[in-house]
């Protein structure tokens, strides 16, 4: 059996292609009509490959490498090989994803499983819900009455999208995510098996029994979110719990009712944000940590499992419901 190959790049960039996408400077004289086969970390770079250094513990592997050329800081190009062409910029890493991203446009997104244009009949749309031009729309989904999907979305094998739930342009539903009470813009990313907008965990606790609290807000995700694989966000009680433009969410993260995540925030995988907490903008959350409810925690943020760092988190002196 062949092993498949699940990426194949979009086109074969010489090196003055790399130096125009990422601004990077090549050494004078240097030889920039040759292809680039293949992008490879360093221990694993031939003659063909381009690859990137920017953790010093790599030092060793950045002096034995046999690439064809490597994205890296001025400091460092003296360490090359001769025979690996020095490509200068200030962010390696980050011009590295912006060469990939040209390579692998497919690896951007979650894309259909069925390599479908249009409807599959396989789907159950509702007669009232709304689809523009060009959803993509995979077996096994389905979408509600009063449902609205914007153009060059697409939604995957079983997703569940419930009644009068919004979602944006260019936005890509992966298989098996259930959607219900949330409004999503444009170019959000959700992996598979997500669930988004579910009620939240609300009881009042009592001696005998515990009463619950019906759930009556929304979910309010902004453009440009990345919701990873089973990852789970609560809708609000009476509040709406809303991610913020361009925030990162990992796998496996419980969000919980009225949350409220600024923009560009980063949460790594299996962090528990409790209930009426507020993360503000550029908050990075590691991994594992549980956030408890009704608090504070201002711009740029750093909370990890043992710590929280930066700009200090505050319980709330007022309750919110």
């Not at 749309?125 to 709304?130: F, K, L, N, S, T």
């Not at 966000?233 to 990162?248: A, P, Q």
Request: net charge neutral; aromatic share 4%.
């Amino acid at each position: 059996m062949s092993d498949p190959i699940f990426f194949r790049p979009a086109l074969c960039p010489t090196l003055a292609d790399i130096v125009a996408w990422t601004g990077a400077s090549a050494p004078r004289g240097a030889k920039l009509d040759v292809t680039v086969g293949n992008l490879a970390p360093l221990d694993e770079a031939g003659p063909a490959s381009l690859t990137f250094f920017d953790r010093p513990k790599d030092l060793d592997a950045l002096r034995a490498t046999s690439a064809l050329a490597c994205l890296l800081a001025p400091r460092f190009a003296a360490r090359l090989p001769d025979t690996t062409v020095a490509l200068v910029t200030g962010y390696p890493y980050r011009d590295f994803a912006l060469v990939l991203a040209r390579l692998y446009p497919q690896a951007m997104r979650v894309g259909t499983l069925f390599g479908l244009n249009g409807i599959s009949p396989g789907a159950s749309v509702h007669p009232e819900a709304r689809l523009e031009p060009e959803v993509i729309v995979d077996p096994g989904a389905v979408i509600g009455p009063k449902a609205e999907i914007g153009s060059g979305s697409i939604v995957g094998a079983n997703v569940v999208i419930g009644p009068n739930v919004k979602i944006g342009r260019g936005s890509s539903i992966g298989p098996g995510v259930h959607i219900a009470n949330a409004l999503i813009g444009d170019r959000v990313n959700i992996h598979a098996g997500a669930a988004i907008g579910q009620d939240g965990f609300g009881f009042v606790i009592g001696p005998a029994n515990h009463t619950k609290v019906p759930q009556v807000g929304r979910v309010i995700i902004q453009d440009d979110v990345e919701i990873g694989a089973n990852t789970t966000i609560d809708r609000g009680t009476l509040r709406d719990t809303v991610i913020g433009e361009g925030t990162k969410i990992d796998n496996l993260v419980q969000i919980a009712h009225n949350v409220r995540i600024g923009r560009h925030c980063i949460i790594a995988a299996q962090a528990g944000i409790s209930g009426s907490t507020q993360l503000g903008d550029f908050v990075g959350v590691g991994a594992e940590p549980g956030l408890a409810g009704h608090l504070d925690v201002g711009a740029g943020a750093q909370a990890a499992p043992d710590k929280l760092a930066g700009t200090r988190a505050r319980k709330r002196r007022e309750k919110v419901r």
